[in-house]
Antibody, heavy 117, light 108 residues
Framework: QLQLQESGPGLVKPSETLSLTCTVS??????????WGWIRQPPGKGLEWIGS???????YYNPSLKSRVTISVDTSKNQFSLKLSSVTAADTAVYYC?????????WGQGTLVTVSS | EIVLTQSPGTLSLSPGERATLSCRAS???????LAWYQQKPGQAPRLLIY???SRATGIPDRFSGSGSGTDFTLTISRLEPEDFAVYYC?????????FGGGTKVEIK
């Protein structure tokens, strides 16, 4: 059974860079034709796709966040990562990592990241 | 960019009643690329329906999806207590994902 687990700081200061890692277990991140992505959900609000990395290494980002987002993969560790720069309070959210093709079939449990000084 | 609009925002129903949730796209969406999720408080979303009408593994048959083009529907035939949650539609296009704003199904 595939499992995804987010890790990283729960508190980030304004203007700094948010960094999260997703560790995948129960399957290889590079062995299948899937995307590995990040989705976030501000408290009490809906879901927003941040971006994804294809198993080949190609990246795709939400146009509204593209200038601040970098997603990378470390196949040796079976992990992929998110960096979101110049954060503000509006970036406070639960961040989920996920596997998807057309639809998202596996989700991490989510991690709350608060942007505050 | 395709925008998904879900309605109503909140649906107040009693257990045993039928729930009909709408997802409207700003442009035509391939039926193969439309999915529905259920999210309960404190949990990650769970895939319910993919390809507009196919139930995901383990999803009860009281959940059904339909629609094509720009109008899609999730129907819960008889609400069980565990079905009260928020539901999201999602579309895939050119390696991008878009979510609707969600419909909350609450107990009346």
């Amino acid at each position: 059974q595939l499992q995804l687990q987010e890790s990283g700081p729960g508190l980030v200061k304004p203007s700094e860079t948010l960094s999260l890692t997703c560790t995948v277990s129960g399957g290889s991140i590079s062995s299948s034709s899937y995307y590995w992505g990040w989705i976030r959900q501000p408290p009490g609000k809906g879901l927003e796709w941040i971006g994804s990395i294809y198993y080949s290494g190609s990246t795709y980002y939400n146009p509204s966040l593209k200038s601040r987002v970098t997603i990378s993969v470390d196949t040796s560790k079976n992990q992929f990562s998110l960096k979101l720069s110049s954060v503000t309070a509006a970036d406070t959210a639960v961040y989920y990592c996920a596997r998807h093709g057309v639809e998202i079939d596996y989700w991490g449990q989510g991690t709350l990241v608060t942007v505050s000084s | 960019e395709i925008v998904l609009t879900q309605s109503p925002g909140t649906l107040s129903l009693s257990p045993g009643e039928r729930a009909t949730l709408s997802c409207r796209a700003s442009q035509s969406v391939s039926s193969s690329y439309l999915a529905w999720y259920q999210q309960k408080p404190g949990q990650a979303p769970r895939l319910l329906i993919y390809g507009a009408s196919s139930r995901a593994t383990g999803i009860p048959d009281r959940f059904s999806g339909s629609g094509s083009g720009t109008d899609f529907t999730l129907t819960i035939s008889r609400l069980e207590p565990e079905d009260f949650a928020v539901y999201y539609c999602q579309q895939y296009g050119s390696s991008f994902l878009t979510f609707g704003g969600g419909t909350k199904v609450e107990i009346k």
